[in-house]
């Protein structure tokens, strides 16, 4: 009996040993991904606490508002909470919470190339000097660990989909449509549907008068100014055709063009068409010439503005 005990001890302080020898009193993590995705789209989504809902995982987890006070965000994940109690970009210092597990982290952003980022997300920890809480803590910083590395393939996921940070999808073709014709109206107020297709029932009546034939859907641009709404519509065709005072030729230039396809009325197109500037702006593109609506659904018999389908056109170099 009396070896049994003294093998107890034994073995209990060959565990402490252990423990204290092989636990360290700082814990530290480091991890590291990298995203493709430039730096302007990573830094509105990770700048903006805010923003993290979009990415952040779904399902049981949660965002809740921490601290009305300071207005920091309360993100939980697999029930450990992650709050995010100041900003100073591209750092964001993150607390990782769970009932006495609490570990200092700092989310930084590097920037790679010009279409690449590296996320860092470290943290550290002391450990508690109790032998049995020091190995508690320890294996929950070990699924902290874990956790950290699933939201960053999270966050990964999210930021190399494009239509998750414009909202669209986008893509770059070439110009096929680059002879048009077009005519414009001045008007006060925004023209309204049945003066849009008055002018596109004009142009086709003058497209059929000429003996030509149109190649695609009716573009329309329109813009304001101090004096009120300039409206531009235009028909692509196949052939030259003469012009007059009131029906123009304009030629695209044969290069580049963003194009998406939406489907909505008025603030649909215009978010779409600010989304299309952002990414001008995000990739460094130029345009030579002014972005149009392909008006895919006839508005004229379609008085339902959710049903209509409008392909946006923004010419780049």
């Known amino acids: 009996m009396k070896k049994i005990v003294i093998a107890l001890l034994v073995l209990c302080c060959l565990v402490l040993i252990c423990i204290?020898?092989?636990?360290?009193?700082?814990?530290?993590?480091?991890?590291?991904?990298?995203?493709?995705v430039n730096q302007s789209n990573a830094s509105r989504f990770l700048a903006d606490e805010?923003?993290?809902?979009?990415?952040?995982?779904?399902?049981?987890?949660?965002?809740?508002?921490?601290?009305t006070i300071n207005s920091n965000?309360?993100?939980?994940?697999?029930?450990?909470?992650?709050?995010?109690n100041r900003n100073i970009m591209p750092?964001?210092?993150?607390?990782?919470?769970?009932?006495?597990?609490?570990?200092?982290?700092?989310?930084?952003?590097?920037?790679?190339?010009?279409?690449?980022?590296?996320?860092?997300?470290?943290?550290?920890?002391?450990t508690e000097s109790n032998p049995v809480k020091r190995l508690q803590n320890y294996?929950?910083?070990?699924?902290?660990?874990?956790n950290v590395e699933?939201?960053?393939?999270?966050?990964?996921?999210?930021?190399?989909?494009?239509?998750?940070?414009?909202?669209?999808?986008?893509?770059?073709?070439?110009?096929?449509?680059?002879?048009?014709?077009?005519?414009?109206?001045?008007?006060?107020?925004?023209?309204?549907?049945y003066e849009i297709y008055n002018l596109i029932k004009s142009l086709k009546d003058y497209i059929l008068e000429k003996g030509a034939t149109e190649t695609n859907y009716p573009m329309l641009h329109i813009r304001e100014d101090s004096a009120g709404f300039n409206t531009m519509v235009a028909i692509p065709v196949s052939k030259l055709i003469p012009t007059n005072n009131n029906f123009i030729l304009k030629r695209m230039v044969p290069g580049?063009?963003?194009?998406?396809?939406?489907?909505?009325?008025?603030?649909?197109?215009?978010?779409a068409l600010k989304q299309l500037e952002i990414?001008?702006?995000?990739?460094?593109?130029?345009?030579p010439a002014i972005p149009f609506e392909s008006l895919v659904t006839d508005r004229s018999k379609e008085p339902d503005t959710s049903k209509w389908i409008t392909k946006i056109y923004y010419p780049i170099y």
């Open 139 to 146: 294996l929950q910083r070990k699924k902290v660990v874990k």
């Open 73 to 84: 965000i309360d993100y939980v994940y697999k029930n450990y909470h992650y709050v995010i």
């Open 256 to 271: 580049k063009i963003l194009v998406t396809e939406v489907k909505g009325g008025r603030y649909t197109t215009d978010e």
């Open 91 to 126: 750092v964001d210092s993150i607390v990782i919470k769970k009932n006495s597990i609490r570990i200092n982290s700092l989310l930084n952003m590097i920037a790679l190339s010009v279409d690449s980022v590296a996320i860092q997300w470290a943290g550290q920890s002391t």
């Open 20 to 36: 204290y020898a092989f636990i360290p009193g700082r814990i530290e993590f480091e991890k590291v991904i990298r995203i493709k």
């Open 279 to 287: 990414y001008l702006d995000d990739n460094h593109l130029r345009s």
């Open 50 to 67: 805010s923003k993290w809902r979009k990415w952040w995982p779904k399902g049981d987890n949660r965002i809740e508002q921490a601290d």
């Open 150 to 193: 699933e939201l960053l393939q999270s966050m990964k996921v999210f930021l190399e989909n494009e239509k998750n940070i414009y909202g669209i999808h986008i893509e770059q073709v070439k110009v096929k449509d680059t002879l048009l014709v077009a005519t414009r109206y001045s008007s006060n107020s925004y023209p309204t549907t």
